[in-house]
Every structure is written in C-alpha cells, then in structure tokens.
Nanobody
C-alpha cells in the first residue's frame, strides 16, 4: 500500500514556474514508477509525465515536453514536477499516481493522490 500526497500548487502568472511535490508513505515506494496527471474543469484527466522507479526512464506528454521535468528522490520518498514557462492552458488539478510502468494510460495506475490545484493567470 502506498499513500500519495501532492503539494506545491498555487496561482502563478503566465510564463512563471512552480514545483509540485508528491510525497509518499509506504516502504515499497521506491519500487513504483510515478506519474503525474492533470484534470481541467469539464475535461478528462490527462497524462502529463511519468518516471520509472530507478529514475532512468521518463515519458512526457507532447504538450509539456521541454517545459516540465519530472524527478524523484527515493531517499525522501518524493517525486517532483518542475513546471516552467507555464501557460493558462496548464491550469488544472494535478495528481500523482503510482504504477508498475511509465505508461500514459490511467488504467495502469493503482494508487492516486488527492490532487493539488495549479492556476495560471494570463
């Protein structure tokens, strides 16, 4: 069992940066790949980025490539999502989730956090 808690969301101006954190509890955290998803009002939850348990493989949605970076510190049981050059269309609730892969498919993830709101003002 893994419990995930996101933090770091907030209000930022277009072009600004935020770093989200996903803190995990559970002894097996380091054996899971972690993904970030987001859900804007009235839209489906969509894949953003994922990182393998060793931190050697990544997967990014095309919409965030070159702007977002996912990383992890297994010693701190934490995964980060550094978001730069933010755009109003990045506004959403951001969720982290645990999986055995770095798949972009929601069904591959079995532990989810409660989400943190990111709002990008134009």
């Amino acid at each position: 069992q893994v419990q995930l808690v996101e933090s770091g969301g907030g209000l930022v101006q277009s072009g600004g940066s935020l770093r989200l954190s996903c803190a995990a509890s559970g002894r097996t955290f380091s054996s899971y790949s972690i993904g970030w998803f987001r859900q804007a009002p009235g839209k489906e939850r969509e894949f953003v980025a994922a990182l393998s348990w060793r931190g050697t493989s990544t997967n990014y949605a095309d919409s965030v490539k070159g702007r977002f970076t996912i990383s992890r510190d297994n010693a701190k049981n934490t995964v980060y999502l550094q978001m730069n050059a933010l755009k109003p269309e990045d506004t959403a609730v951001y969720y982290c989730a645990a999986s055995a892969t770095i798949s972009p498919l929601r069904r591959e993830y079995f532990y989810w956090g409660q989400g943190t709101q990111v709002t990008v003002a134009s």
